[in-house]
């Protein structure tokens, strides 16, 4: 027990305890099917769990002539999600919650889901698109509650309890992995990032998969180009591992996996020999399998247009828009300026399950305080070559490049003013990449002031409290206020309501 709570450790602790509670408090102040994507992860996974990994074409009977992509549900749980949508769409008075159980919703949600109950065709286009490693965590909460011959509740709850536990095991996994540095409060900080924790851990969504293997991969980054640390044999097969899932998780960060090849032999623990097969074979299977996945999932990318409202209207198709942005270069900036100025007033808002709720301001002001002290904490540190430092701000430039990209070409019209279907959640995990790249360029650092003035004594101050202390509790007040904003607004009417008279 002693061991457990020494200083080193005390950052697995915080992430642990403070990441599984208000996991679990977001998660049950979540309605049934919150938000605009909620249902369609939902389905997807739900699919996955019935031993349906590839995208399954459907009849859809809004569009009939249009190829269409989703699965089958239980019409119990369909029921469930009208039920839910009706009553947040509901016509309230100022003083309503936005959200309010009815009798009709709790016997829904108390029903048993059956093997032979009837089904219903549910339509998700835009979730068939990923792969089943992205929701591997909830198809195994939905099999478990076959298992238990649980209610329709049971069905909604269990597979997010799986979602949020494999989320706060990769995040502790992120911090254990830099357990000898003080690098791992950035992991800390970031796996506690109020709007990212809520947004991966109340629903069920790919984004979990995406904001837990993108930290692993931080703190790797880390580890391999930025500390004398070897890998071990158990570190080394989480890197194998994020080298195979994030390719095929999230497709546009096949990009920083790369930079993983150029990782120095004398980082293993074992011969070079054996380093570079792993290297090569890790990083050359998860891009063979990005590469299979993309030739899968090609034909329901070509058919998301066909479910915009001006689809008849416009013009589409991926090298008709490449066509433009090479022949209107000064017009695509403005596009991507254009999109800048218009979500990023909503950065914190539209990122907890797409429910329009946005993240306490002052949440959010605590949240970054925490951060500033961590990051004029950590050791100083540089990349050993030149080269890798640019070959890494490429690829993470990449990366982003196409995200946007593969929005604007697949889902935009020809031309569109705008880069519509981009969230700012998308980038929440490349963040701590470009954190790193400013603290390996700035020597950003807290020193006493005996250094300053060319004294011998300690170079950098004793913050062993400030990391046990000062950190967490900014840490625990930014995740609450983003809480109490959260379950306020859903179940405390507020509406027509302001603080001015």
Not at 29 to 51: C, E, K, L, V
Not at 265 to 290: C, D, P, Q
Not at 380 to 390: D, K, L, P, T, Y
Not at 401 to 429: C, D, E, K, M, W
Request: glycine share 6%; hydrophobic share 50%.
């Amino acid at each position: 027990m002693k061991n457990l709570i020494e200083k080193r450790d005390c950052a697995q602790i915080i992430v642990l305890i403070l990441g599984l509670l208000f996991s679990l408090m977001f998660a049950l102040a979540t309605p049934p099917f919150w938000g605009g994507d909620n249902m369609s992860h939902f389905a997807r996974a739900y699919q996955i769990s019935q031993g349906v990994v590839l995208p399954e074409a459907i009849e859809f009977e809004e569009k009939p002539d249009v190829g269409a992509y989703g699965g089958y549900l239980p019409e119990k749980m369909w029921s469930a999600y009208e039920e839910s949508t009706r009553i947040e769409k509901r016509e309230r008075g100022p003083r309503e919650p936005r959200f309010a159980v009815t009798d009709h919703l709790k016997s829904i949600l108390n029903s048993r889901i059956r093997a032979n109950d009837s089904k219903v065709v549910v339509w998700f286009n835009n979730t068939a698109l990923y792969s089943p490693v992205a929701y591997g965590a909830p198809a195994l909460g939905f099999l478990v509650a076959r298992m238990l011959n649980a209610t329709v509740a049971g069905y909604i709850a269990i597979p997010i309890i799986f979602n949020l536990i494999f989320y706060i095991t990769a995040c502790w996994c992120s911090v254990w992995l830099l357990r000898r540095s003080k690098w791992r409060w950035l992991m800390v900080a970031w796996a506690l990032f109020p709007p990212a924790l809520a947004q991966s851990t109340i629903a069920v969504t790919a984004d979990t998969s995406t904001n837990a293997l993108l930290l692993l991969a931080a703190a790797l980054f880390i580890k391999l180009f930025l500390t004398d640390d070897k890998l071990s044999t158990i570190e080394t097969v989480i890197l194998s591992l994020i080298c195979l899932l994030v390719p095929l998780v999230k497709p546009t960060y096949v990009f920083i996996v790369i930079v993983f090849l150029f990782a120095s032999k004398e980082h293993f623990g074992f011969n070079s020999r054996i380093a570079a097969v792993v290297k090569y074979l890790s990083v050359g299977v998860g891009v063979a399998s990005w590469f299979c996945w993309n030739l899968i999932s090609s034909p329901v990318s070509a058919g998301l247009p066909h479910f915009r409202k001006d689809y008849w209207t416009g013009s589409f198709g991926s090298s008709l828009q490449i066509e433009y942005i090479l022949g209107h270069p000064i017009d695509f900036l403005k596009v991507i300026i254009r999109t800048f100025v218009i979500g990023e007033s909503s950065f914190y808002d539209n990122v907890i399950s797409s429910a329009s709720i946005p993240a306490s301001q002052t949440g959010m002001l605590c949240f970054f305080i925490a951060l500033f002290i961590v990051c004029a904490s950590v050791e100083v540190a540089r990349f050993s070559q030149h080269g890798i430092a640019v070959l890494s701000y490429l690829m993470l430039a990449a990366a982003v490049a196409a995200s946007i990209a593969s929005i604007y070409l697949t889902f935009n019209p020809v031309g569109y003013p705008l880069v519509q279907g981009i969230h700012a959640r998308y980038f929440y995990p490349v963040i701590p990449f470009l954190i790193i790249f400013v603290l390996e360029k700035c020597d950003f650092r807290l020193y006493n002031s005996s250094y300053l003035n060319g004294f011998d004594g300690e170079n950098d101050i004793q913050r062993g409290e400030i990391f046990r202390i000062a950190v967490p509790l900014l840490l625990f007040s930014a995740l609450l206020l983003t809480y109490v904003r959260y379950a306020g607004s859903i179940w405390i009417g507020t509406g027509g309501l302001t603080p001015v008279a």
